[in-house]
T-cell receptor, first 114, second 112 residues
Framework: NAGVMQNPRHLVRRRGQEARLRCSPM?????VYWYRQLPEEGLKFMVYLQKENIIDESGMPKERFSAEFPKEGPSILRIQQVVRGDSAAYFC????????????FGQGTRLTVV | GQQVMQIPQYQHVQEGEDFTTYCNSS?????IQWYKQRPGGHPVFLIQ?????EVKKQKRLTFQFGEAKKNSSLHITATQTTDVGTYFC????????????FGAGTQVVVTP
């Protein structure tokens, strides 16, 4: 059973470009969460999705950021017109979605904006 | 808004010593989870506590959930160099299925 797969592991973008981060949850998991981690800081919740639905996006910046989890394929976190402050590690986690279950994390995508 | 605070932010420990990291929530939690992240790695689940006053042990690690389900602690005895990393607590919110509110973490450095 493959774990949570994130790609790419490292992504370099110039200011103003778009960044697309992909996350394939564990088999059987229908709930996906995205977190952002700035250097030397903790994990900040961004968005919580089920298949084809955004459940909670209270941690998403209002502009330039969007997320989706289509019926088929991975979840995508999209950052438009990236700025230097977007440089961070972005972690995806998945769970079966029942209450009181652990989240399994992917290895993260480390985004660097130059 | 709901917040989970963790202290201390940094913990320097001599090998063989004990230490404790604390986690406090501004609101009642449905559960508390603990994760460990090695430098350059990703968070790895350690344990989950659900019941008020619950205590769980994993070898040298002891986890506690407060009676009011608002605070938790992780105590490590006889620290080893393999304990290096950042320990995060994450609170499950009663009104939000599956969403976890992470603390900022305690970064642990072990000196031989």
């Amino acid at each position: 059973n493959a774990g949570v797969m994130q790609n790419p592991r490292h992504l370099v973008r110039r200011r103003g470009q778009e960044a697309r981060l992909r996350c394939s949850p564990m088999k059987g998991h229908s709930h996906v969460y995205w977190y952002r981690q700035l250097p030397e800081e903790g994990l900040k919740f961004m968005v919580y999705l089920q298949k084809e639905n955004i459940i909670d996006e209270s941690g998403m910046p209002k502009e330039r950021f969007s997320a989706e989890f289509p019926k088929e394929g991975p979840s995508i976190l999209r950052i438009q017109q990236v700025v230097r402050g977007d440089s961070a590690a972005y972690f995806c986690a998945s769970s079966p979605g029942t209450r009181n279950t652990e989240a399994f994390f992917g290895q993260g995508t480390r985004l660097t904006v130059v | 808004g709901q917040q989970v605070m963790q202290i201390p932010q940094y913990q320097h420990v001599q090998e063989g010593e004990d230490f404790t990291t604390y986690c406090n929530s501004s609101t009642t939690l449905s559960n508390i989870q603990w994760y460990k992240q090695r430098p350059g790695g990703h968070p790895v689940f350690l344990i989950q506590l659900v019941k008020s006053g619950e205590v769980k042990k994993q070898k040298r690690l002891t986890f506690q959930f407060g009676e009011a389900k608002k605070n938790s602690s992780l105590h490590i005895t006889a620290t080893q160099t393999t304990d290096v990393g950042t320990y995060f607590c994450a609170g499950g919110l009663p009104d939000s299925w599956g969403k976890l509110q992470f603390g900022a973490g305690t970064q642990v450095v072990v000196t031989p």
